[in-house]
RNA sequence: AGUCUCGUAGCUCAGUUGGUUAGAGCACUACACUGAUAAUGUAGGGGUCGGCAGUUCAAAUCUGCCCGAGACUACCA
């Protein structure tokens, strides 16, 4: 009978499917959860993705986050309940509904009616549920997909509701008519964390003009004029010629230095006299193919210029639009925001398409021009540029450029100083890919900006991962915080609980669907009219319902949807339908101790989240975030779709299974920096880790199956008898235990992955599993096996406990695997609790020998390689120099293992070194450094050439003084290191102070030794290559070449226990031919020897 | 344009408060070891630590400027 199951090979995706099979017949999962105390909770929120795209492989690296976190606090002994949620509303959502059905914005509420576009919506939300439900699943992460929470449900738009109403009862909620971005393309309004998203800022080419605003003669410009009939004109640069048919004003700085230019017209050539920044004159005039400078008048200063009016440039008789009642128009204004970086240090102003502009014509009693609708083309109004798309919205075949033909008109008629491409940072509509306009536009707003200290503080108390994207990135942003814009001019989306009275003078914000009862019911009665609270509370049915004022007169609701972001925000509250549900389960799960997602959702989620927070419950919504960076392809390249070169997850997932690709992704880098994905590097995770710990495995599970060895045995040595290498390596283990912790408490997954990783590697399978093979195949079941088994076996089982937050699948297979008999063991690595590090097993000297077994036995091999001696041929002697006190019994302890690896019969110590060892001596820069400052690196020469004798005094004397220009200086042993180089005479290695030196000297009977080691080896190699069992009994025939004869008669009976014979001999005729049993195999110095193995 | 992060071997990454000759893994070459191993050991090639200055006895590390990458901020025309 077997108590450890032995495979037949590695193959991480069955493991996957097989753990998956048993996690769900057993409810592992849920176990986890229900077996944690009500009262230790660790809350997680995870923030919703849209299931309206297929999830990408940057997403298995977010949520693997998300998941092994929560996974580690389980093991913990917190209740981690993760609940599900999907972000269902938005833009994307429309635009892809609009694009599957071929229409615009223009036709809904036309051609189709606005119940059936959202019911489109609807359907098309959870388009790729089922593909993020199999993402999910094969990725092993846990979250509960049963009971999410739905941003489109009645429940979930009632809490957001409640929360706005709480945000207008603080007086945070207001409209405002204030120029915002405005995506003619998409026909909405973008808030600034839309024009902040990745990629929106784009580098555009623009043709940009300095236009000619001919200065009308008056008394307040009578000093710009030299005579009657001077052409005077004020130069204007802008980026966007669109924006001049709407100019209003020019803008000039007060205390700006300007003068006048007395020069031609480069393009028609006529005299004409440019007004502009002294310090800019030179960018226009005087260069190549650029307008002479005739004369150019004294300086003056731009507060001169205010009030001086000029001519309409592009007049197509349009009536100024009134700003807080302010008509005037055509003259020259002062504003700070002007400066002399670029352009003309003057400004054009056109007050519908600038924050700036408008601001300063609303302070001047300036009005403005819009003379572009909201779909982006001018208006009918506008002579020759009429209904013409300012920018190409509609991917027009033969788009012809405005902006260029606005230039040409400028040239033709005078009006143009310069024209020429500029090359400019410009927003971009995230969905669109089109830029972005600047747009007059009534907008409800939350005043974030009154509680912009507080958040400021509350953000303080957050832990970032990494700190400098809470401390810079989003400090900054809070720093520099405007105003939310909470109004989406859509369809599909939670509905802005907003009623107004026509004229704006009362209003009402409904926090609840009683309330909005209430309100109906007084409607009704007043108005006379019959309504109901609809079944659904998004357009149109909501557009429907009338409220009245308290003098009796209807609202209606303001036909704006919110923000998405605002009911990302919100799902703290609203996934449990909070206030009017499961107050006390809120109460519970708040604020967050973890959240992660993906440093792009800076200004996105973990914003809102905190905004909301902040506003309404004046607290932080999470505790700790970790923010991780973008997934690139191998070549640093961001993965998209058009490129082709997105790494697919399913694919990913089912070629090297989850384990291997989550342990690559987070161990590889750290998560907040960007990833390199690559394939290669989730092999080397597969060969690094899990091969290794599979064989590791199967090395245990072979011999204690053999033994009929059980974890539940009742006779394992205390760890205090066991070996010492037993020690050291649970010494080691413990060690790792507590960093793993350390690590992962500071959710520092990546050093905790690569800890376990080297733990694995070089401490557990190369060193205590190779050195100890013997222990576990070696005779009968004894205490020194048990000890062996039992020390192994416990290396193993907190292995998998420590790997299982990031590889769930392997991790669980493998504890379940070493349950073997032992009742103990529980159903899943899942349901255990995180190993403890016990302090009594923490044995720095142990560890610190062992250090020195390593380093000591890797010089030996490196002299044996140098020396062309090869390791089955044993040696006499080590000889070392005692470096310390403690060195010599340090060596002792592991005495053993040294000789056996590096295969030397003993080693002997040189106590008193002086005469034998030649030393160097080594300023330490350090302790040195401080007390000598410049005269270091005399000092430093001077110990370097100290000569022996000197060396040996300082050894004995522990002092040595040094004389640097008339100072002297005593050193002593902190100061100096005395380091052996040479041993003449000897084949010497060093490194790190340590020396050996070896004893290369031969004799007969290492000679033969070394043939009978070889002789067992081709032995074993043929036992194994022709399927003998391991415990086969076999007879052996050898080919007598020189020195076997000897081997035999001296080594004869070694051979026949290390390879199981009862009998060896060599062949009576010296080399026989024809017999298909007798192998031929490699012998010394390339010849071949013949071999018969017989089983018996 | 500004802010932040970053730039170390062909690739992926370490590098403690400044300290001597800058490391590991992968990949490559040769040799060795192995009755667990797709593993491992030894040796080798491979670096102006992005560049230039500066501070210091001493700089991959600190400072300044520049170059390059990325993210963020910003419609100042």
């Given at each position: ?10 193959n991480?995706p069955?493991?996957d499917?097989?753990m ?32 309206n795209?297929?999830p990408?492989i ?6 693997a ?23 269902t ?5 429309e ?13 809904i ?9 959202n ?14 439900d199999?993402?999910t ?37 207001y ?6 971005p ?34 009308t ?24 010629p669109?924006?001049?048919?709407s ?21 028609t ?47 197509y008789?349009?009536?100024i639009e ?6 005037d ?25 600038g ?11 300036v009005?403005t ?9 001018f ?11 300012v920018?190409?919205y ?23 100083l310069?024209?020429q ?5 410009y927003?971009?509509?995230?969905r ?58 859509r ?12 004229d704006?003078?009362e209003?009402r914000?409904?926090?609840s669907?009683d ?21 659904d ?9 009338i ?19 605002f009911?990302s ?16 389960v ?10 992660a997602?993906g ?10 989240l ?17 923010s ?5 392809d191998?070549n640093?390249?961001?993965?998209s ?52 710990l ?21 006779s ?12 050291w ?32 590697n070089?401490?557990l ?18 205490d ?37 008999a032992d ?5 899943s690595?899942?349901?255990?609790d ?7 097993l ?17 010089l ?21 120099p005692?470096?310390?006190?403690q ?6 302890q ?35 450094g401080?007390r000598?400052?410049?005269n ?11 000569d022996?004798?000197?060396?040996a ?12 220009e ?7 042993r ?17 490194e ?8 290369i ?9 070394g ?37 035999i008669?001296?080594?004869g ?20 031919k ?8 490699d ?14």
């Amino acid at each position: 009978m077997k108590l450890y199951p032995e495979y037949k090979g590695l193959n991480l995706p069955d493991i996957d499917k097989k753990m998956l099979q048993q996690w769900e017949e057993h409810k592992i999962f849920e176990k986890s959860i229900e077996q944690r105390p009500e009262e230790k909770r660790w809350v997680f929120y995870e923030g919703p993705p849209s299931a309206n795209g297929m999830p990408g492989i940057h997403h298995v690296m977010s949520r693997a986050i998300k998941d092994l976190f929560c996974r580690y606090h389980t093991l913990k002994g917190y209740r981690v309940e993760r609940k599900g949620g999907w972000d269902t509303h938005g833009l994307p959502i429309e635009l892809s509904v609009e694009k599957k059905l071929g229409i615009t914005k223009d036709d809904i509420g036309k051609s189709i009616s606005i119940e059936d576009y959202n019911a489109r919506c609807k359907e098309t939300v959870m388009q790729f549920k089922s593909e993020w439900d199999d993402i999910t699943r094969k990725m092993g992460y846990w979250v509960d997909l049963h009971n999410p929470y739905i941003t489109y449900e009645n429940e979930y738009i009632e809490s957001v509701w409640f929360l706005l109403e709480k945000l207008h009862d603080k007086g945070l909620l207001y409209k405002g008519y204030t120029i915002q971005p405005y995506s003619p393309a998409a026909g909405t309004g973008l808030s600034s964390h839309e024009l902040n998203m990745p990629g929106a800022y784009k580098e555009v080419k623009d043709t940009t003009v300095v236009a000619l605003f001919k200065v009308t003669k008056s008394a307040d410009a009578g000093f710009l004029f030299d005579d009657e009939n001077e052409d005077v004109r004020i130069a204007a640069w802008t980026t966007t010629p669109w924006t001049l048919p709407s100019n209003t004003a020019l803008s000039a700085g007060p205390n700006i230095d300007y003068v006048k230019v007395k020069t031609s017209n480069p393009y028609t050539h006529t005299p004409v006299s440019v007004i502009m920044a002294e310090a800019l004159v030179a960018n226009w005039f005087g260069g190549k193919n650029q307008p002479l400078i005739e004369s150019q008048s004294t300086s003056f200063k731009g507060s001169a210029l205010k009030g001086i009016r000029y001519e309409p440039l592009l007049d197509y008789g349009n009536p100024i639009e009134p700003l807080l009642e302010g008509t005037d128009a055509y003259l020259v204004l002062t504003g700070d925001h002007v400066t002399t970086s670029d352009g003309t240090g003057i400004v054009h102003t056109a007050p519908s398409f600038g924050a700036d502009d408008q601001r300063v014509a609303k302070a001047n009693g300036v009005g403005t021009l819009t003379l572009v609708d909201l779909s982006g083309k001018f208006k009918e109004s506008v002579g020759p540029f009429s209904g013409r798309y300012v920018k190409d919205y509609k991917d027009e075949v033969d788009y012809a450029s405005v902006d260029v033909d606005i230039a040409i008109l400028l040239k033709t008629e005078g009006k143009a100083l310069n024209v020429q491409k500029y090359e400019h940072n410009y927003p971009h509509c995230w969905r669109t890919d089109k830029p972005v306009l600047y747009y007059p536009m009534d907008s409800w707003f939350v005043k974030t900006t009154a509680v912009k200290e507080r958040m400021i503080e509350l953000n303080k108390t957050i832990n970032w991962k990494p700190a400098h994207t809470g401390e810079k990135r989003f400090g900054n942003w809070l720093e520099n915080l405007q105003d939310w814009n909470l109004s989406r001019s859509r369809f599909w989306g939670i509905p802005l609980p907003i009623w107004r009275t026509e004229d704006g003078h009362e209003e009402r914000c409904i926090g609840s669907i009683d309330e909005l009862a209430k309100a109906i019911d007084d409607a009704n009665a007043a108005l006379g009219i019959k309504q109901y609270v609809p079944a659904d509370l998004h357009r149109p049915f909501i557009d429907e319902v009338i409220l009245v004022s308290t003098d009796g007169r209807p609202m209606k609701r303001e036909t704006d949807l919110i923000d998405v972001w605002f009911d990302s925000g919100s799902m703290p509250y609203a996934q449990w339908h909070y206030p009017f549900d499961n107050v006390d389960v809120f109460k519970r799960n708040y604020p967050a101790d973890f959240i992660a997602e993906g440093v792009d959702q800076t200004r996105g989620w973990f914003f809102t989240l905190h905004a909301i927070s902040t506003m309404v419950f004046d607290s932080v919504a999470y505790k700790n975030v970790v923010s991780n960076g973008l997934v690139l392809d191998k070549n640093g390249q961001k993965m998209s779709k058009r490129l082709g070169n997105a790494a697919d997850p399913f694919k990913t997932l089912e070629k090297y299974g989850a384990d291997a690709t989550r342990w690559y992704m987070l161990s590889n880098a750290q998560p907040w920096d960007n990833l390199k994905f690559d394939e290669e590097g989730i092999q080397e995770s597969t060969r690094k880790l899990f091969s290794t710990l599979y064989n590791t495995y199967s090395f245990f599970a072979l011999y204690a199956n053999l033994d009929k060895w059980s974890a539940d045995d009742t006779s394992i040595p205390g760890v205090a008898d066991r070996p010492e290498i037993d020690r050291w390596i649970l010494s080691r283990l413990h060690t790792l235990i507590n960093a793993y912790r350390s690590d992962m408490d500071d959710f520092d997954v990546t050093t905790a992955c690569r800890r376990i990783e080297l733990f694995v590697n070089d401490h557990l399978s190369n060193w205590y599993v190779r050195l100890n093979r013997r222990r576990f195949w070696k005779g009968e079941l004894s205490d020194d096996k048990r000890a062996a088994y039992a020390t192994l076996h416990e290396c193993l089982v907190s292995v998998s406990k420590m790997i299982s937050p990031v590889a769930p699948f392997f991790s669980d297979w493998l504890y379940g695997s070493l349950a073997g008999a032992d009742a103990n063991q529980l159903e899943s690595v899942h349901l255990t609790d995180l190993p403890t590090s016990d302090a009594a097993l923490l044995d720095e000297a142990l560890i610190r020998r062992m250090d020195y077994a390593q380093q000591i036995s890797s010089l030996i091999l490196s002299i044996r390689k140098k020396e062309k001696l090869r390791v089955r041929l044993p040696l006499r002697r080590i000889l070392l120099p005692v470096i310390n006190n403690q060195f010599q019994a340090d060596i002792e302890q592991v005495k053993e293992l040294i000789l056996s690896e590096v295969n030397v019969k003993g080693i002997e110590y040189i106590t008193d070194t002086a005469g034998i060892v030649s030393k160097i001596a080594k300023p330490n820069f350090k302790t040195l450094g401080k007390r000598l400052g410049k005269n270091m690196k005399l000092a430093a020469g001077i110990i370097q050439e100290m000569d022996q004798e000197a060396i040996a005094k300082f050894e004995i004397d522990g002092t040595f003084a040094i004389d640097i220009e008339g100072e002297s200086f005593a050193l002593d042993r902190e100061d100096i290191e005395v380091v052996s180089e040479d041993i003449p005479g000897w084949q010497v290695a060093s490194e790190d102070g340590v020396t050996v030196a070896l004893d290369i000297t031969l004799d007969d009977e290492l000679r033969a030794e070394g043939t009978a080691r070889e002789l067992v080896n081709r032995i074993q190699n043929i036992r194994k290559s022709s399927g003998l069992e391991v415990t086969d009994r076999i007879s052996i025939l050898v080919e007598p070449l020189e020195g076997i004869e000897e081997a035999i008669a001296g080594y004869g009976a070694y051979i026949k226990t290390e390879t199981l014979a009862d009998d060896i001999a060599v062949f009576a005729p010296k080399s026989p031919k024809g017999d298909s049993s007798i192998a031929k195999v490699d012998w010394l110095e390339g010849e071949e020897i013949s071999i018969r193995v017989e089983k018996i």
